[in-house]
């Protein structure tokens, strides 16, 4: 069994003969860029600047050298244009504030905000407004909310859909291209910026917009989820309809060589408890990622995935009924998130994406035996009956001790009958 055969088989709630494991399949399931650099130098793999897959949160390109040394399943399509607006065809070499090299689009361009930090620009113009701001010694931009004053009875649905386009020729090549280069591999391969984000805060904020109007504010968002409800249906409509026209444009080839679908980041979930209320999910988010859902299943054989982090238990039969294969990161240190009531309440229903580690505090903060032992006793629960895929609860971050980051991987090979220590 190959590996993208493994990961279609955990999918189809089979067990394998081994546990697949994604890193870097989608952007919520990766490692800082920092972090795969350090990893690359100890593993002994060449050394050069890695490439950022996502300005905002820093994530790191896993190549395929790694995947192989690592055993990755999983690989990504990634889109053409990065948040801020910029092409990312190109890449020029960028230093960040510990040092780290890394390779960003050629057109982003950054300013010091005297203070140790930098902006970020829309579309690299740094003659506008930033729209993006890294504080001194952090290794991640924040999204500034440029939310203009407006009373909410005020908001438009027209300066809120703009930004949602059918795609030019030279996208939909670029994922064909992809496409056929990562089936190659013989990896399972996830497409991921579909334009289905449905409310999702980053592209929401718009940090490709110089002057975005309409909700770009957080608040204002999850207010206008409430008090306005009608008006998000309406984007959440037309932003479908354009997402349906572009999938109806790939070639039957580039279907055909692409496994799955990443098709939403919102979290719902908080620490303690869901962040919206069921009623808001089940009526403003749920019928849009069902259009979706079922587009997908009768045209595609693809497998489709939604991540919310936080406490989302009340939340999971939701997301079941609006046709969502596979749910991450799957946060097992949110209330009411244990992996065993998980497992037995919705693991035949839903495939876990995630959950093999805390990355809020074991995998930072514990010894390595501790991160060995959880990875293993996650494993265990998990994968009975097939339904799983090996990840870390959300990306891997920057400052992780490398020997805790090693311990992951030794104890999924012990784990899995594998002959292989790294």
């Not at 917009?209 to 008006?231: D, F, N, Q």
Request: aromatic content about 10%; overall charge negative; charged content about 25%.
């Amino acid at each position: 069994m190959n590996a993208r055969e493994c990961v279609k088989a955990a999918l189809n709630h089979r067990e394998t003969e081994r546990v697949p494991m994604d890193f870097g399949g989608f952007n919520c399931t990766t490692m800082h860029v920092g972090v795969v650099t350090e990893l690359r130098k100890y593993l002994g793999l060449e050394q050069h600047p890695v490439k950022v897959t996502d300005l905002v949160t820093m994530t790191g390109e896993i190549e395929d050298d790694l995947r192989e040394i690592l055993g990755i399943d999983t690989c990504d399509v990634l889109g053409n244009t990065s948040v801020f607006g910029i092409s990312a065809d190109r890449y020029k070499e960028w230093t960040m504030v510990d040092g780290t090299v890394c390779l960003v689009p050629e057109d982003f361009n950054v300013t010091d905000d005297g203070k140790g930090g930098f902006y970020a620009y829309p579309k690299g113009d740094v003659t506008m407004p930033p729209s993006a701001h890294m504080p001194a010694k952090s290794y991640y931009f924040d999204i500034i909310s440029r939310q203009e004053e407006c009373d909410m009875e005020d908001f438009r649905l027209e300066d809120n859909i703009k930004e949602f386009r059918l795609w030019t020729r030279s996208k939909r090549e670029h994922f064909e291209h992809e496409a056929k280069r990562k089936r190659e591999s013989g990896r399972f391969v996830i497409i991921s910026d579909l334009g289905t984000s449905l409310g999702g805060y980053i592209a929401m904020m718009a940090p490709f917009e110089a002057y975005p109007k309409g909700i770009r504010s957080i608040e204002e968002w999850m207010m206008a989820t409430t008090v306005r409800p009608e008006l998000i249906c309406e984007i959440f409509e037309y932003e479908t309809d354009i997402a349906l026209e572009n999938l109806k444009s790939l070639s039957q080839e580039t279907i055909e060589n692409i496994d799955a679908a990443f098709i939403c980041g919102l979290d719902f979930g908080g620490q303690i408890a869901p962040i919206y209320s069921l009623e808001t999910i089940k009526k403003v988010y749920a019928p849009y990622y069902k259009k979706v859902n079922d587009w997908i299943h009768e045209n595609t054989d693809w497998k489709t995935i939604k991540h919310s982090c936080g406490a989302n238990w009340e939340v999971i039969p939701i997301l079941i009924e609006a046709g969502f294969d596979a749910l991450n990161p799957v946060q097992c240190s949110a209330v009411g998130m244990d992996p065993q009531k998980l497992k037995d309440e919705y693991g035949a229903d839903i495939t876990f994406w995630g959950g093999g580690v805390d990355t809020q505090k074991t995998l930072p903060f514990g010894t390595r035996q501790q991160v060995y032992d959880q990875v293993c006793r996650r494993l265990e629960i998990f994968s009975r009956g097939g339904g799983y895929v090996f990840n870390s609860i959300h990306c891997i971050q920057k400052g992780v001790p490398m020997e805790n980051l090693i311990s992951i991987f030794n104890a999924y090979y012990d784990f899995n009958g594998i002959n292989k220590k790294i």
